[in-house]
């Protein structure tokens, strides 16, 4: 094991889970569900009956595409940068409605992950040869100033797949000013909200009936024993989870079925009986609070995209 082990600790994935698995309440960040494993698992959850998101928002892209091509001004040159795309399925429904009305633009998305951006890069040229594609990899808000210092085109944004619900309230509205601080006036930018609902139907989003997001969230510990020599046994573990309708928190948790030691290199971390991990908060919004946050971090909201049950909504805002 000794050699196995070497290097792990300098990771910042072995840093920030003995932080967090060192306070109070037990935290992981949700970034790092995504390994090629959580990779394929987050596709079957957007797959399930039970997730509704990405279904919604597909069909706000697929019937709604030319007015929200309208409310982007496609007419000039413009840099059409996605942050954090996926495997690309949403936007390549714009590119192919952009390109049919042979709009100048080129397509930037930026994602922390090298395969991401190969991948995608590969299925632009593939599916539409003639989109100018280039993507950039790292931080966001490094990429986006180094594009504004680069040529200074207007820049349209897209921030698709409620992503935004990902981090707290006072996260997102730190992260839309600074994005606001990327951006010049008259940009815009694309975001995905999921709206509030009846609570059962966010529960079950969460917790759906087939148990995909419960492995998606037992696959971290199986990450963290693959990765940085952990031995987690994940059959002590199991998933909770929570929607607040007062706050429209939507939490998730694995919950310790028993008083155990878990054991990293170099780091032993107890847990007792019923103590649990904070997973991923899913935060859902209302329209006012979307304006709000607008409002208060230097948009204006222009348009708002529903799906057919007004469950989620793809909201343009221009800086
Ligand atoms: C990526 N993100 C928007 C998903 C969500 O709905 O919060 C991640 C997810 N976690 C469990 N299911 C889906």
Not at 46 to 60: Q, R
Not at 148 to 154: D, H, Q
Not at 225 to 244: P, T
Request: aromatic share 12%.
């Amino acid at each position: 094991m000794g050699n196995f082990t070497t290097g792990v600790k300098e990771t910042r994935f072995y840093n920030d889970v003995i932080s967090g698995l060192s306070g109070f309440p037990k935290q992981l960040f949700s970034k790092y569900f995504y390994d090629a494993i959580g990779d394929k698992l987050f596709q079957q959850i957007m797959n399930c009956d039970d997730y509704y998101l990405t279904k919604c928002e597909m069909e706000i892209l697929e019937l709604q595409t030319e007015a929200i091509i309208d409310s982007i001004s496609a007419d000039d040159y413009f840099e059409l940068v996605e942050l954090g795309p996926g495997d690309g399925t949403k936007s390549i429904k714009l590119l192919k409605e952009l390109t049919h009305k042979k709009a100048d633009f080129t397509y930037i998305p930026i994602d922390i992950s090298h395969s991401v951006i190969d991948n995608l890069e590969a299925l632009v040229a593939d599916t539409l040869p003639e989109v100018k594609t280039s993507g950039m990899n790292g931080d966001f808000f490094d990429m986006l100033n180094q594009l504004r210092n680069s040529n200074g085109a207007r820049r349209v944004v897209l921030c698709l797949g409620g992503n935004i619900g990902n981090m707290t309230v006072g996260e997102s509205h730190a992260f839309c000013g600074k994005l606001r601080q990327s951006l010049s006036k008259g940009d815009k930018i694309i975001f995905g909200f999921d709206l509030v609902k009846n609570p059962k139907i966010i529960r079950r989003a969460y917790d759906d009936s087939e148990g995909i997001t419960k492995r998606f969230n037992l696959n971290l510990l199986e990450r963290m024993n693959r990765e940085l020599c952990s031995d987690f046994d994940v059959k002590k573990f199991e998933h909770y989870c929570s929607y607040d309708p007062e706050t429209g928190s939507c939490k998730s948790y694995l919950v310790c079925l028993q008083d155990l030691e878990v054991h990293f290199p170099e780091a032993v971390i107890p847990f007792k009986k019923d103590e649990y991990i904070h997973m991923e908060i899913s935060q859902k919004y209302t329209l006012s609070q979307i304006s709000d946050m607008a409002h208060k971090t230097g948009f204006v909201v222009d348009r708002n995209f529903f799906d057919s049950k007004k469950w989620y909504v793809d909201s343009v805002w221009e800086a």
